[in-house]
């Protein structure tokens, strides 16, 4: 698959490893920073959506947002999805299907209004998980240092899903490194943690925004061909 993903903002708050620990399957280990577990909440609008075979203009654009943190198997550290919410009935089915990604049909907005990013989410099938805010860029785009918890963060290349059977799987996911800007946001409404019992801490989140960034994703492979996580370099920091 061929994407490009638009006015991006990063949410980051710090929770406690023990909440996500049982959220995730047991063949993944929870990744962690300095022992600190993270979760995020990213709104962004996707665009040019569509095999890599297909010309440009055939593919879909919508509004996507995702409830994250992070996990590893062996020497792989990627991204583990709660949830992602996504105005495209399309893309919904076929991302359940084909990446076995827990995502819901959502009715959602992203507008652009002097330089903020007006965003909203309410889940069809559950009104009452949603989200309401504005967010903008407050400086100019820096590369993360590897080693940095911006880095950890945000240069993730690769996701786990699970399906039914308990099966895991991996999926790898290349792009440029993230043209990181700081940001701000103002939140009126937010209720995406709610669905796994977090509670996310009253402290403002960590921000970081990114104007575009072109991506290209690959199809899954089973996470069991991959080295155990037992058998990895023990570290919490990725690299």
């Not at 990063?10 to 490893?17: A, D, E, Q, T």
């Not at 297909?54 to 709660?82: C, D, K, M, Q």
Request: aromatic letters at 14%.
């Amino acid at each position: 698959m061929r994407m490009s993903w638009h006015n991006l903002l990063f949410m980051h708050w710090p929770v406690s490893p023990d909440l996500l620990r049982p959220l995730i399957p047991p063949a993944l280990e929870l990744d962690t920073f300095d022992n600190q577990a993270w979760l995020g909440i990213v709104p962004f609008t996707m665009t040019n959506v569509r095999p890599r075979w297909f010309p440009e203009f055939l593919g879909s654009a919508f509004p996507e947002i995702n409830l994250r943190t992070y996990a590893r198997r062996g020497h792989r550290s990627g991204v583990w999805f709660f949830s992602l919410d996504a105005a495209d009935w399309l893309a919904v089915w076929a991302a359940r299907r084909a990446y076995h990604l827990p995502y819901w049909l959502a009715e959602m907005s992203a507008e652009q209004v002097s330089g903020w990013t007006h965003f909203k989410s309410r889940r069809a099938a559950d009104p009452g998980v949603k989200i309401s805010c504005r967010y903008r860029p407050t400086g100019p785009p820096f590369r993360s240092l590897p080693g940095s918890l911006e880095y950890w963060l945000t240069e993730r290349y690769c996701l786990f899903s699970a399906n039914r059977r308990g099966g895991v799987f991996v999926g790898e996911i290349h792009h440029r490194p993230w043209p990181l800007q700081p940001a701000e946001v103002e939140l009126t409404e937010n209720t995406m943690a709610g669905p796994i019992g977090a509670t996310l801490p009253a402290s403002q989140p960590l921000l970081h925004y990114a104007e575009r960034l072109d991506v290209v994703a690959w199809g899954l492979e089973r996470a069991e061909l991959f080295v155990p996580a037992s058998a990895g370099r023990g570290a919490n920091r990725s690299t």
